[in-house]
């Protein structure tokens, strides 16, 4: 199956060769320009291209993209999606609700419901996340539309070059107002689902903000940003901290008596679209109700 896809020269681009572009400037990998070039998949305004050809602003590269057989079910959804492109979309995640499958059997998942949209729009189908959301956290996340834009967008937040910035409503008065927690995140031994600050773990950073605290219900709202995405990430630094996420009995939060989920919700998504050049930034409404980030701000 073939996936067509197409990019408009910018400034930036415009006096490279075709072949620069896709080496240099895109950073596309060797086997899959061999295999551009040898399919004749790549056409300039509509023409077969000549590798060699400068390209000028306005110009516009079509390149079909041979696809592997997609393997996830399509599942009917309803989604909200935030940003799309050709490339890429970003989609605000409801709880309750897996970002990917665990086996290929499943299909009551988010990349489920990505593969049926796109098919209905008469694509492949393909799809993959960027990264992850756990499954009752919320909010913006990341999937690409074909699969050579996969590896640069994963180039992306291996530089740290996609901002991340989330909403929690942590339990007490967090201080300082701002900082950072930069503290090592590995397994937990006595507890198979759960990780915990360890010396020997992966490398983690956390920024935080203080946005507003309330007295009545013992809460402070916390703007957070990412260096590193590691699994439960925010959770185990805000518990380790003494201050867990409210709703986050797996880390020592305490029950919201209105929900059944942790108050975590990844608010905005932004970076640079690698082929485009267009900046993005996606900001995602709060889908739970009743709204837990609320109180007031100072």
Request: positive net charge.
């Amino acid at each position: 199956m073939t996936n067509e896809f197409s990019i408009k020269i910018t400034d930036k681009i415009a006096g490279k060769t075709i072949e620069q572009a896709l080496k240099e400037e895109w950073k596309f990998g060797k086997k899959l320009i061999h295999e551009w070039r040898m399919e004749k998949a790549i056409a300039l305004n509509g023409e077969l291209a000549q590798w060699k050809t400068v390209l000028a602003q306005g110009d516009r590269l079509t390149i079909r993209n041979k696809e592997d057989q997609q393997t996830y079910t399509p599942a009917k959804m309803n989604l909200t999606i935030l940003h799309e492109d050709e490339h890429l979309l970003v989609i605000n995640k409801p709880p309750y609700l897996d970002t990917h499958p665990n086996d290929p059997a499943d299909s009551g998942t988010l990349v489920n419901a990505v593969v049926y949209y796109l098919q209905q729009k008469g694509g492949t189908g393909y799809t993959q996340p960027i990264h992850r959301l756990d499954r009752d956290t919320t909010g913006a996340i990341l999937f690409a539309k074909h699969s050579a834009i996969k590896p640069l967008l994963d180039r992306l937040l291996e530089q740290r070059m996609i901002k991340r910035t989330y909403w929690a409503l942590a339990e007490g008065n967090v201080t300082p107002s701002s900082g950072t927690i930069n503290e090592p995140i590995g397994n937990d031994r006595h507890h198979n689902t759960r990780k915990r600050v360890s010396k020997g773990g992966q490398s983690a950073v956390t920024h935080f903000k203080k946005i507003s605290f309330s007295p009545e219900t013992n809460q402070t709202w916390l703007e957070l940003n990412l260096d590193t995405g590691r699994t439960h990430q925010i959770r185990v630094h805000l518990a380790h901290i003494g201050h867990p996420l409210a709703g986050d009995t797996l880390y020592g939060g305490k029950k919201i008596a209105s929900q059944t989920i942790q108050a975590l919700h990844a608010a905005r998504l932004s970076f640079t679209n690698p082929l485009s050049g267009e900046f993005i930034a996606a900001d995602a409404p709060d889908p739970v109700l009743p709204p837990r980030f609320s109180i007031k701000k100072a």
